[in-house]
């Protein structure tokens, strides 16, 4: 399994388990940190005229792939498809291996990089620079929790620019999925928008299970809705409920009931 597989695979069964904690994480760290720069990879770019450094330092992606997010979105430009690639194993590094010193040098100066990004510390809602800026709200939920300003900007700047065109479904799923991770108390005033659509989706809608992808993506999603409503005390008894599939119908629901 490569590591962009790796981590697409442990991320869902994160999310999927409601868990910060992986039985095998020790192992995938170690994949990661073997894999730094390993592949046949992009040229590492100068900062542009700006002084911006808006790709990877150390988790390059293959020359010419454009790998797809957590969610299944196929990134149209590279600002997005290597972001997500580094800024990903990082988070899970940050996560399972945050006391080794080549991961806390990582992630400084991946933090130092992204205040140099127009999509990682400034107003921007172009193309997917959008998405790329979401990339960056969950890589701070893990890498640095205590820059509340940073992490409040990368919320703001998704409410500034959410409407201003129609884009995919993958954008708000993905915000949600921040949602889920970030501490309730930031949390809270977001969720608080969303909260009757999401307990609508877990209480009266299912998803087929046609497809492949349906199967891989669908219960990674009932199951981001379920962690952000969990976060509600009246909401906890979900805490550690599956979706299933039902006979009936061969979708996937969810039993809200107490």
């Keep these: 399994m ?17 868990s910060n904690e992986h039985p095998q994480g ?9 894999d730094r720069n ?8 100068a900062p542009d005229k700006n002084g911006r450094k808006m790709y990877p330092m150390f988790y390059i992606p293959p020359v010419g792939e454009k790998l797809k997010t957590v969610l299944g979105q196929t990134p149209k430009t590279r600002i997005l498809s290597a972001n997500l690639y580094e800024l990903e194993i990082l988070r899970l590094l940050c996560l399972f291996a945050p006391e080794r010193d ?54 703001d700047n998704y409410n500034r620019h ?36 999401m307990c609508c989706w877990l209480t009266e809608k299912s998803c087929v299970m046609n497809s492949e992808t349906d199967r891989r993506i669908h219960p990674v999603i009932f199951c981001i809705l379920r962690n952000a409503l969990s976060k509600y ?15 009936e119908d061969g ?3 969810f039993d809200m009931s107490r």
């Excluded at 390993?38 to 770019?45: G, W």
């Excluded at 915000?175 to 977001?190: D, K, M, V």
Aim: proline content about 6%; hydrophobic content about 35%; some cysteine.
């Design 162 to 197: 959410r409407s201003e065109k129609k884009r995919p479904w993958f954008s708000e799923w993905y915000y949600w999925l921040c949602l889920s991770e970030l501490p309730f108390p930031i949390a809270l005033p977001e969720l608080e928008k969303y909260k009757a659509e």
């Design 102 to 155: 080549e991961v806390k040098q990582m992630t400084a100066e991946t933090l130092k990089r992204l205040k140099t990004t127009c999509f990682g510390f400034q107003d921007d809602g172009i193309g997917e620079c959008f998405d790329a800026s979401l990339i960056v709200l969950r890589f701070l939920a893990a890498a640095a929790p205590e820059e509340t300003d940073w992490i409040k900007s990368r919320i």
């Design 26 to 34: 020790r192992a995938i760290s170690k994949q990661f940190l073997s």
């Design 251 to 253: 979708r996937l629901h």
């Design 233 to 247: 005390p009246e909401y906890a008894y979900i805490k550690n409920r599956q979706p299933y599939v039902k006979e």
């Design 2 to 18: 490569t590591s962009y597989e790796l981590m697409i695979q442990t991320n869902h069964d994160l999310i999927k388990s409601g």
């Design 38 to 45: 390993a592949s046949p990879a992009i040229q590492r770019q």
